[in-house]
Structure formats: C-alpha cells, structure tokens
C-alpha cells in the first residue's frame, strides 16, 4: 500500500454533548473558531488496497455521521470497527444503509461480544428486519468479533484492538500497522484511544512504536471515566510517539488556548483534520 494512498480523517473530536451544548453561552460554544465546533468523536481511515481498490474504514459511528461523511465527501464504508457501545459512539449505524445502497455490498462491523450484544439490542430493525411491521430500507451489517490482543487483517492493514479503561468499563482502543514494512515518512503505526481515563500496563506494550496517536483529552477538572488535560499529557509523554492529537474535548477546552499550551509534538485534534495524504487541513 503506497503511503500516498493512506489518509486518516477525523470525524468528531467531541464530547457526547457535542460543542457547541446545547443551551451554554460559554466562550467556547459561542467561539468564532472552527475547530471548537466539535461534532461526537469517530474517524475515518481511507486508503487504495493493493489491487487498486479504494477502502474505507469507520472507527466507531457516531450520531452525527451522516453530517460527517458528507462534509468529508466519504462515499463507500467497508468495515465499521467499534470501541465500545455508548450512544455517542453507536447511534449513527443506521445511516450506513447508504453505503449498502450505493455499493451494492454488505459491511462487516466488527465489536467485542459487549458491545455487539448492545449493537443488536438496540437495532433490532437492523438485525431482525423480517420481524418489521412494513418492508424496511435497512443496512446489510456481517457481525464479526473482537478480543483485545488478536490483529483482524483488513484490505492490507493489520489492526489490533487492545484494552482501555474507560471508567469501570472496558472498552476497545486500535492500533492500525501496515501488512509490509511501512514507508520511513508514514504516519503508521497509528494507534486510537478515545473515552480512556486510564490504559492498563498490559496494552501500553501494545503502543511501542506508535508513530500517530490520538488520545482521549475531555477538559482540565477531574472526570471519572475520561482523562484531564494534564492526565491525557502525562500518557501521551508514557507511550511517546512521533506525534500526538487529542480527542473527545468538552466544551471546557478552548482549541486556541488549550493547544498553545501543550508541549512539542502533541497538539489539540479538530473536526475535519486529515492526516497522511496531501497537506493538512
């Protein structure tokens, strides 16, 4: 896979309130800087496979989906592959029916048992459709599952789920590694940990030699289930890779402020950042 065919796009860089909140008039939600309007946190990996095919990879479907992939221009889904069952990672699985539509193919979405258990319960139109009132315009999903340690190959990425913390619940992270040796200047491997408020010992050995991380960074006061500002750097300075973007930002983190203050190499993620092919947005 030639570097030049691998970009990764950030989706949503939000909380699950999404920035701007509703109803709030702080400086943040009335900000005229675009990258403090956060849609909820998910991303895109898009790439050309080896037989020249374009791919696209969901991480995570969040409820604005629908609004980030046309603002993306993103056309075609070919695996969905989820950290976790809470609302504001889920609830957009339903407008992947298009892409059903436009590629006349089914997807594979790939979750731990946890959360596909979830994922069924919750569309049970999608995965009970024979079971609806009237004939349906639903997706076409093939549920595949995941344990934390063991790589899914796919289209010429391996991608390697691997355990986070997010409060009491375990959820999923990925690290995404090419099949072959990558390219010195790539931005792989690169490795996604949203909705952390900590990572155990276990999976940061899974994080050597990440050269791309995105991180979990929700605002400066304590938070059960997500990391602070000065928690989110600490790790970040732990796993130490090439560079760093934090995600899943309330509305309490002001892009310009907050990201002037980081230290060299790690910097704040905003809707819309690509990374890996051309130049960044």
């Given at each position: 896979m030639p570097e030049s065919a691998f970009e990764f796009i950030v989706l949503g860089?939000?909380?699950?309130?999404?920035?701007?909140?509703?109803?709030?008039?702080?400086?943040?939600?009335?900000?005229?800087?675009?990258?403090?309007?956060?849609?909820?946190?998910?991303?895109a990996a898009c790439f050309t496979d080896s037989s020249g095919r374009e791919r696209v990879l969901l991480l995570d479907t969040s409820p604005d989906l629908r609004q980030q992939v046309l603002r993306e221009g993103i056309r075609r889904c070919d695996g969905i592959f989820y950290t976790h069952h809470h609302v504001d990672h889920l609830f957009g699985l339903d407008e992947v029916r298009r892409f059903n539509a436009v590629m006349k193919e089914p997807i594979p979405i790939h979750a731990e048992s946890r959360s596909m258990e979830h994922v069924r319960r919750v569309h049970p139109h999608i995965f009970e459709s024979e079971r609806n009132a009237n004939p349906s315009f639903v997706a076409t999903l093939l549920p595949h599952l995941l344990q934390p340690g063991d790589p899914v190959e796919f289209h010429g990425l391996k991608i390697t789920p691997f355990r986070v913390d997010h409060g009491r619940l375990p959820i999923l992270g990925f690290r995404l590694d090419h099949l072959e040796t990558p390219p010195v200047d790539s931005i792989l491997p690169l490795?996604?940990?949203?909705?952390?408020?900590?990572?155990p010992p276990e999976s940061l050995g899974l994080l050597d030699g990440v050269r791309t991380l995105f991180l979990d960074m929700l605002r400066h006061r304590h938070h059960p289930t997500h990391m602070t500002v000065d928690q989110a750097v600490a790790m970040a300075s732990e796993i130490g890779a090439g560079e760093t973007w934090f995600i899943h930002m309330a509305h309490e983190i002001s892009h310009a402020e907050v990201d002037a203050s980081l230290p060299e190499g790690m910097r704040l993620a905003w809707d819309g950042l690509r990374l890996g092919a051309g130049p960044r947005k």
């Open positions: 860089s939000g909380t699950s309130a999404g920035v701007p909140a509703i109803g709030c008039d702080c400086a943040t939600c009335c900000s005229d800087d675009p990258r403090d309007v956060r849609t909820r946190t998910s991303a490795a996604w940990c949203t909705d952390a408020s900590s990572i």
